[in-house]
């Protein structure tokens, strides 16, 4: 992905109220933070923000948390929220520290068209690889439940198999989302595949907490 920079990136973090620069801070007192006991669903690497802010908007009973470790992707996220959302909140991270972030907290974890590293010897570093599923293991409550939208089918497959042999059951799959369920909000990056015609891969998935 090619990032664009944004002049003023650094001001635009700096004055908002919906961004935390210090997460772990915050760990196992997210419902604090919000100050209610709604679910609370993570994006993982949420681009430009379009997909969160619009579940945000459109889920007040649900708290949202975006997760981006690009400053001037944050900042053109932050730019989509013309005002404080109680139920919204973004993160500068890296996702390798997500277990630090949040402790058996999370229900709900969105991939939406993470970045493939399609070289076998990058497998690990996939948001559906098995390092990243064991870091998962530790910010679920209750039932464990990861959505995942991609237009790469090699990184679609491997996350299936990936997922299952994690112990997750496949509860959707589509090869093509937007075709057999067209999905109310989107992302930049699938507006812009599913207008060239291209395949949306879609999973959803669970497992049972223990």
């Known amino acids: 992905?090619?990032?664009?920079?944004?002049?003023?990136?650094?001001?635009?973090?700096?004055?908002?109220?919906?961004?935390?620069?210090?997460?772990?801070?915050?760990?196992?007192?997210?419902k604090e933070y919000f100050n209610n006991d709604n679910p609370i669903y993570v994006e993982i690497g949420m681009g430009k923000g379009k997909f969160i802010v619009e579940n945000a908007l459109n889920n007040p009973d649900i708290n949202y948390i975006g997760i981006e470790k690009y400053d001037s992707v944050v900042a053109k996220a932050l730019q989509k929220i013309d005002k404080?959302?109680?139920?919204?909140?973004?993160?500068?991270?890296?996702?390798?520290?997500?277990?630090?972030?949040?402790?058996?907290?999370?229900?709900c974890i969105y991939l939406n068209f993470?970045?493939?590293?399609?070289?076998?010897?990058?497998?690990?570093?996939?948001?559906?690889?098995?390092?990243?599923?064991?870091?998962?293991?530790?910010?679920?409550?209750?039932?464990k439940r990861i959505e995942m939208r991609?237009?790469?089918?090699?990184?679609?497959?491997?996350?299936?198999?990936?997922?299952?042999e994690a112990g997750y059951t496949l509860k959707e799959v589509y090869l093509d989302y937007h075709q057999d369920n067209m999905p109310s909000?989107?992302?930049?990056?699938?507006?812009?595949?599913?207008?060239?015609?291209?395949?949306?891969?879609?999973?959803?998935?669970?497992k049972d907490c223990h």
């Not at 003023?8 to 997210?30: A, F």
Request: proline share 3%; glycine share 2%; charged share 30%.
């Open 84 to 107: 404080k959302l109680d139920n919204l909140v973004m993160v500068r991270a890296d996702a390798n520290i997500i277990q630090d972030i949040f402790d058996y907290e999370v229900t």
């Open 185 to 206: 909000i989107t992302t930049e990056y699938e507006d812009k595949f599913a207008g060239n015609g291209m395949p949306i891969y879609y999973v959803r998935c669970e």
């Open 114 to 143: 993470s970045d493939p590293w399609p070289k076998n010897r990058h497998h690990l570093r996939r948001l559906s690889s098995s390092v990243f599923l064991e870091k998962y293991e530790s910010i679920f409550v209750k039932k």
């Open 1 to 30: 992905m090619r990032l664009r920079n944004v002049k003023n990136k650094e001001e635009i973090m700096r004055e908002s109220d919906s961004l935390i620069v210090n997460p772990t801070n915050y760990k196992g007192k997210w």
């Open 150 to 164: 991609t237009d790469n089918r090699l990184l679609f497959q491997y996350s299936l198999v990936s997922f299952s």
